[in-house]
Every structure is written in C-alpha cells, then in structure tokens.
C-alpha cells in the first residue's frame, strides 16, 4: 500500500493480512485486505509516484510502435515505450484521433507501464487529478471518495473500472461513504463473471451498503454456501459485507453457520471471518458492536484457538476487549497451540502496556 500525507492515512503497507504469523501487526481495514493477491495500486498513487505521465500514439512511420505525443506531468522525453500496438488499439487510435493511450513510471528508475486507454472523458479526469497533484502534492483519500463515487457506476468501462480500483484502496471507514450501488441486479451480475474476479472484493462491499433486499439476500445465500463448501475466496469482504448490512443478525449467522456447526470453520476461513468480525467491531453501530464482542468471547470460551486470529485482528486494531479473558484462558492453560499461546501472549502484554501508558499519562 501506498502510505499517503492525508489526514486518515493507512495504518500498514501491506495490502492483506499475514494469517500465519504469530505475531500482532497491524492489518489495514481495506477492502483489498481481503484480496488473495497483491492488487494494482490506484491511478491516484501512480500519478503522484510518476514524475513523467506520457500520453502516446502510434508512431507513424512504425504503426506497431508506441511514441509519445504529450506530457501531463513533466515533459516528452524521446523514450523507449516497450509495448507493441496491438491491432484493437491501432484500429481505435486510428479512428479517434484525439485519443491517446496512458504511459506512467511510478519509479522514474523502473519500467514504463502502460496504463488506460484515454479518450475525452478519461482525458478530463486526468487531467484534474493531475492538477490536483501538482497543486497539494496528492489526492486526499477524502477527495478520491468525492471524485470517484460518482464513477462507481458510470456506463464508461474504463472510468468505472478506474473508480472501482480507487475504492478498493480506501479505508473501511471511508469506503462505507461510497454512495450505495443503484443497480443491484448488476453488482449481482457483476459477481458471477469470473474476467471481473478482481473487482469482487469491493463489490461485495458495496453491496454492503444497499438497503436493497436483494443485495442482503444475496450476501447471506453467498454466506451459507460458503460455510457448505468450505470456500475461502472473498469470504472476509463477504462477511464484513453481510454484518455491513444485517448487523447484530449476521454477526450471529456467521458464528453459528461456521464457528457453531460441527468441526468448526474449514481450514482458512477463521482469519478472513475475524477479520471482518474485528473492522466492525471498531466501526459498526453499538449494537453490532456489542453482538461481535459478546459472540467472539463465547466462542473463545469454548474454542481458545481461535485467540491466535482473535489476537491477530483485534489486537492489530489496538482492540484489548479480550485482553482479560485471553490471560484467563492463558494462566488456566486452556490454550493448546503454540501460535495461539504466542499470539495470545503478546496481545495481553501490549493490552498491558497500553494500560500502564494511559495509567502514567493521567
């Protein structure tokens, strides 16, 4: 991740969580923290990262050679762009002659990656993200919510696509300010086709914040299926989704459908369901908050190796709700497993130390 001078900056680098390590980072509340790969930053972050943004064409004496035309951010540079113009782009280019496609260098030292295809209305958001950069140095997370919400949905492929991937790189917190999809039915669709898997995450999280029937419908089916199967992929964006919409109901679904039912979650669905337990934890309602506080320490109760995920998530939130219970759990010698011993140590000493800070600061 990138870090940002705004206000609300992400607490980590790292886009996912590290489910196997014993030890309390801090994971980021994003929706790209629920990605099974590392996801493209967003075009904000490589537009402030390239000190050269290069809008290029076909080189007319080379047609299948991409040169640059025009620069948005420093200056044309006789450079070497080393992508071919495929015969679809060729054909567009030479249609739209205003058209050009994007070439960015996020490190001026690396490789020059080619970015959007640009036409008119490509063109003029470019343009006023790149102003805005010049101006204040970056585009405040704050910003990018007002600037892309409106393009969640936009008929346009490559501004929606591009306002989908700013909004998979935003704070929870912020994210839940994304106006909710006016279209159910094609977040739905949207979900089903596999070439859009990489947008799944942050649908699902829209979906979140429908009122829809069909959009809370759909979550929980998708739920209950995945508690069934065993699946894995998108279930933390799937289950912050669902307690995004249902509340103190879904928190008590997902704990009787997985941690309740008999074995238990299959391997790899405990983290991603603490996970989302753990965001909402810090920023639902009262309500919801107290269902995940009261749920999650029941379980703890009676699974105490579910401290290590427990201690992970909450615990790299600064949330020491459990801290009592997991030194309980720890001096009567309920918990098993090395990890979650590790785990559950390290998250009462720094609930301990942060006690003894505030004790003192008084």
């Known amino acids: 991740m990138i870090r940002h001078p705004a206000p609300l900056r992400r607490a980590v680098v790292a886009p996912a969580f590290l489910a196997a390590s014993a030890l309390l980072s801090a994971p980021a509340a994003l929706a790209c923290a629920f990605h099974d790969y590392v996801p493209r930053p967003a075009l904000t972050d490589e ?18 050679r991409f040169i640059p035309q025009e620069a948005l951010r420093g200056g044309v540079q006789e450079v070497d762009l080393p992508y071919l113009v495929d015969s679809g782009t060729r054909r567009r280019l030479s249609a739209n002659p205003e058209d050009h496609v ?8 690396g490789a020059w990656e080619r970015s959007v295809y640009v036409d008119g209305d490509v063109r003029a ?32 492929p490559v501004l929606q696509a591009l306002a989908l991937r700013e909004a998979d790189q935003l704070p929870y917190e912020l994210m839940r300010l994304l106006p909710p999809p006016s279209d159910v039915g094609a977040q739905i669709a949207a979900l089903r086709q596999p070439t859009a898997a990489q947008t799944h995450p942050i649908r699902l999280l829209l979906l979140g914040l429908s009122e829809d029937p069909a959009a809370r419908a759909y979550l929980r089916a998708a739920l209950v299926s995945a508690a069934g199967t065993g699946n894995t992929r998108n279930l933390g964006a799937l289950a912050a989704a669902y307690v995004q919409s249902a509340g103190p109901e879904a928190v008590d679904e997902i704990a009787r459908a997985f941690f309740e039912a008999p074995g238990g979650p299959r391997d790899g669905q405990a983290e991603p369901l ?30 105490p190796e579910l401290l290590a995920p427990v201690a992970r998530q909450f615990g790299g939130r600064a949330d020491f709700t459990f801290a009592d219970l997991a030194a309980g759990l720890l001096a009567r010698g309920a918990v098993r497993s090395l990890e979650a011993r ?17 004790f003192l600061s008084d």
């Open 47 to 64: 537009l402030a990262m390239s000190e050269t943004v290069l809008l290029a064409r076909p080189d007319a004496g080379a047609p299948f």
């Open 102 to 109: 994007l070439f960015i260098r996020p490190d001026d030292y």
């Open 125 to 156: 958001l470019l343009e006023r993200l790149v102003a805005e950069i010049e101006r204040e140095g970056y585009v405040s997370l704050e910003r990018r919510v007002e600037i892309f919400g409106p393009l969640i949905e936009s008929e346009h």
């Open 274 to 303: 603490i996970e989302a337990l753990a965001i909402h934890g810090q920023q639902g309602d009262p309500a919801t908050t107290a269902a995940i506080h009261h749920r999650v320490a029941g379980l703890l109760q009676s699974q």
């Open 342 to 358: 590790n785990s559950a140590e390290e998250y009462v000493q720094r609930a301990r130390r942060v006690a003894s800070d505030a």
